[in-house]
């Protein structure tokens, strides 16, 4: 199984919810990560989790909260988001033990902030 | 600063014709470098990875060269089809201890026209 899941594939939300974002994997791999990409735009790093631990946070807004439950699922929370965070939340994962480190994408969670 | 370019946002061509893609980079020392494509509302999916001491690469009808006195690898598609139409993504990691650290260039939008 090479895949990785996303759940919703679209979500609208307003400025005052609260909502999160899912993701799931059953390759084995040990990092996971999510990105946001704007239309016409490659995608931007937030976070990163090896190991179930968040290794690296590229300066992402507070109102943007990720969790790693255990090594399959990694989720992202959000709360009071603004409308420039409308945009795909595409989540990845990857070895870490191979070198190559090649990332395997998720359909992405279309988001709209109203 | 860090600059990973590809110099052209879009590229039209003639099926049966080789495509080819480039992506510059400067201020970085790569230790891989690596192709993804990505179709509209979708995530990236990995296609090639190419190491620092790796001159060329190839993958059916995909070939990647890398050179890093030019700080440069080229992509080529060779016998294009329509069905190749897609945006491609550069992406580097700077090295082991980075390795999970993607940085993509900014794509470019291939067009194979019948």
């Known amino acids: 199984d090479t895949e990785v899941t996303q759940t919703p594939k679209h979500l609208v939300m307003g400025m005052t919810n609260k909502k999160s974002l899912k993701c799931e994997q059953h390759?084995?791999?040990?990092?996971m990560y999510w990105y946001k990409q704007k239309a016409k735009k490659p995608p931007e790093l937030m976070f990163v989790?090896?190991?179930?631990?968040?290794?690296i946070n590229e300066s992402v807004p507070s109102r943007f909260s990720p969790e790693c439950p255990n090594s399959s699922l990694l989720n992202l929370h959000l709360h009071a988001l603004q409308p420039e965070d409308s945009a795909l939340y595409l989540c990845a994962s990857s070895q870490l033990r191979t070198g190559t480190f090649e990332q395997y994408f998720g359909p992405g969670t279309r988001l709209t902030v109203t | 600063s860090q600059k990973i370019e590809q110099n052209s946002e879009a590229l039209n061509i003639q099926e049966g014709k080789t495509a080819t893609l480039t992506c510059n980079y400067t201020?970085?020392?790569?230790?891989?470098l690596q192709w993804y494509r990505q179709d509209p509302g979708r995530g990236p999916v990995f296609l090639l990875l190419?190491?620092?001491?790796?001159k060329e690469k190839r993958k059916e009808r995909l070939k990647v060269t890398f050179d890093t006195t030019l700080k440069q690898s080229l992509f080529h598609i060779t016998a294009s089809q329509p069905a190749d139409s897609a945006t491609y993504l550069c992406?580097?990691?700077?090295?082991?201890?980075?390795?999970?650290?993607?940085?993509f260039g900014g794509g470019t939008r291939l067009m194979v026209k019948p």
């Open positions: 992406a580097l990691a700077a090295g082991l201890g980075a390795g999970n650290m993607l940085t």
């Open positions: 201020n970085y020392s790569p230790a891989y």
């Open positions: 390759m084995g791999h040990r990092a």
């Open positions: 989790y090896s190991y179930e631990k968040l290794s």
């Open positions: 190419i190491r620092e001491n790796e």
